[in-house]
């Protein structure tokens, strides 16, 4: 059975620091890309960025490059989005999901490319 759960959100002040987990299960996480997206309140939701599963790392939001990063544990079956400089616009839901396709060397930034998601994990940035 196909799972991915996040976890590492929380409240934080603004500037600082956050790392999510996306802990895979019922499949190896490094034969698929896997993208973080996010979903703020009243807003739709977007995509981050993303690992494929030849490690090549594409951003979809502008506005984290510099301050956020993805990597994996393959041993952990474990994806991770590390934020810094937390701005108080980072506030959302965040998700992980897994590429529908295996073996692709780029991810995309569309949802509908993913195929199963995890149930997020909340992100607030707020003094």
């Known amino acids: 059975q196909v799972q991915l759960v996040e976890s590492g959100g929380g409240l934080v002040q603004p500037g600082g620091s956050l790392s999510l987990s996306c802990a895979a299960s019922?499949?190896?996480?490094?034969?698929?890309?896997i993208g973080w997206f996010r979903q703020a309140p009243g807003k739709e939701r977007e995509g981050v960025l993303c690992i494929s599963s030849s490690e090549h790392r594409i951003y979809f939001t502008d506005s984290v490059k510099g301050r956020f990063t993805i990597s994996r544990d393959n041993a952990k079956n474990t994806v991770y989005l590390q934020m810094n400089s937390l701005k108080p616009e980072d506030t959302a839901v965040y998700y992980c999901a897994r590429a529908s396709v295996s073996w692709r060397t780029v991810c995309s930034g569309a949802s509908n490319q993913y195929d199963y998601w995890g149930r997020g994990t909340q992100v607030t940035v707020s003094s």
């Open positions: 019922g499949f190896s996480s490094d034969y698929y890309g």
